[in-house]
């Protein structure tokens, strides 16, 4: 097997307690033939500090003056990267050693696959493993699993290069405030490509304690459903969306549509989001954020049903 170069990118912040074990099995995989892109992303912690502690030359840095989120550090990764082949680990997570080995073997085994993911394991911040989440293997099943729900767990999707040269990174428009960047890149990426998921736990998830942390946002909550939206325009306009066309006026007048419930119901986008953080295991983060709805509308009794159902699905 010819010993094709691998380029793994990192974004990091304020992950001083977990990025040793992130970095660590990335230099413990058994396919060697590999550069690390690293930026940390204007941490307060000692993050950059331990980052810029390792020396193997295979390890590269290339740190954010300021703050510029995920996936902005993501875009500049790649622009920088010369694999033949790219993927992704993100800060608190872990590789398995074999995952850069096995997903190389399964584009040797296929010169028609673009893209190549794997299933993963949840972990908790001690890595005791909680949950094995498995995502559809074939192409014909990653295809129509897009047109619900991302069918990848982004950091695992390693892609050929000539992947990036044709499609570009993270899309401008949905860097605007949305969320599910990802989704849609895996998306489009597999409209134009053969993609394959191998169905092995190759790369660890660390689900952190509850908190309230993540930004509350409508635009954020409704990420999905516009990567849907252009999904489906791709099936029906011969592979190009509104994006592709430049009709963003489109995406735009669509995004009014899915916040005007929210608009009429203020309270609608914590309920929601206390709905996602239970189904995550995120029980008193879903606690937290049905009570701040139920203090905003007291008047209103489904904030009241929300926090009661999450109260008592956490006690059992």
């Known amino acids: 097997m010819k010993k094709k170069l691998i380029s793994i990118l990192l974004p990091v912040y304020n992950a001083e307690s977990y990025i040793h074990d992130s970095i660590n099995s990335i230099l413990n995989q058994t396919y060697t033939n590999w550069e690390l892109l690293i930026a940390d992303d204007g941490s307060t912690d000692k993050t950059k500090e331990i980052v810029d502690s390792y020396q193997d030359p295979r390890i590269k840095t290339y740190h954010n003056d300021t703050n510029i989120g995920p996936f902005p550090t993501r875009n500049k990764l790649l622009e ?8 992704f680990q993100d800060a608190d997570d872990i590789s ?9 073997k399964a584009f040797w085994e296929d010169e028609l696959l673009g893209i190549v993911g794997t299933w993963i394991e949840v972990i908790l911040e001690d890595g005791t493993v909680i949950n094995t989440m ?3 293997i074939t192409d014909d099943e990653i295809k129509e699993k897009n047109q619900t ?9 390693m892609i050929k290069r000539e992947v990036y040269e044709r499609l570009g990174g993270f899309r401008a428009y949905l860097l605007n405030g949305f969320s599910n960047q990802d989704y849609d890149w895996n ?8 993609s394959y998921n191998i169905p092995k736990a190759l790369y660890q998830y660390r689900q952190l304690s509850d908190s309230v942390s993540k930004k509350i946002s409508t635009k954020r909550l409704i990420g999905d459903k516009v990567v849907q939206f252009l999904g489906k ?5 011969g592979g190009l969306d509104y994006i592709h066309t430049n009709e963003l006026s489109m995406i735009d007048e669509y995004v009014l549509t899915l916040l005007e419930p929210y608009e009429k119901d203020k309270t609608l986008v914590y309920r929601e989001y206390a709905s996602r953080y239970m189904y995550a295991g995120l029980k ?9 709805a139920s203090i905003m509308e007291p008047m209103k009794l489904v904030n009241w049903r929300t926090l009661f159902y999450c109260l008592r699905k956490s006690i059992v």
């Open 80 to 87: 920088l990267s010369k694999g033949d082949l790219i993927t």
């Open 187 to 194: 998306y489009l990426i597999s409209d134009y490509y053969k």
């Open 96 to 104: 398995h050693s074999t995952r850069l080995e096995e997903q190389v």
């Open 134 to 136: 498995e995502y559809p």
């Open 233 to 237: 325009r791709r099936r029906e306009n």
């Open 284 to 292: 008193k983060s879903a606690i937290a954020i049905s009570w701040k």
């Open 149 to 157: 729900m991302n069918a990848f767990f982004n950091p695992t999707a």
